[in-house]
Nanobody, 116 residues
Framework: VQLQASGGGLVQAGGSLRLSCAAS????????MHWYRQAPGKERDLVAT???????NYAESMRGRFTISRDNTKRTVFLQMDSLKPEDTAVYYC???????????WGKGTQVTVSS
């Protein structure tokens, strides 16, 4: 699976961005899709998950501000980010986790910068 993330950029605090991650190579609907983020000097943290069946989970600090969704026909996962804060500044990565076997794939990441 190849993943291409896009949609990052510079936004003021309180603003919104919508990230996209397009997948190619295998059956998209067989994959749980995740968004992670990594701020400078910090570990990569899980932001949100949408399972192959459509169930959604969020890290506590993103709950109510971020919305993950997927479009299997477009083989794309989205992350709508609202009410952005400077602490949301990070490189955001998408990850595809196969639901049948222990294999996953990473995209290259897209930079999100939130100015105060």
């Amino acid at each position: 699976v190849q993943l291409q993330a896009s949609g990052g950029g510079l936004v003021q605090a309180g603003g919104s961005l919508r990230l996209s991650c397009a997948a190619s190579g295998e059956i998209f609907s067989n994959y749980h899709m995740h968004w992670y983020r990594q701020a400078p000097g910090k570990e990569r943290d899980l932001v949100a998950t949408v399972t192959a069946g459509g169930a959604k989970n969020y890290a506590e600090s993103m709950r109510g501000r971020f919305t993950i969704s997927r479009d299997n026909t477009k083989r794309t996962v989205f992350l709508q980010m609202d009410s952005l804060k400077p602490e949301d500044t990070a490189v955001y990565y998408c990850n595809a986790e196969n639901k049948f076997r222990a294999v996953d794939y990473w995209g290259k990441g897209t930079q999100v910068t939130v100015s105060s």
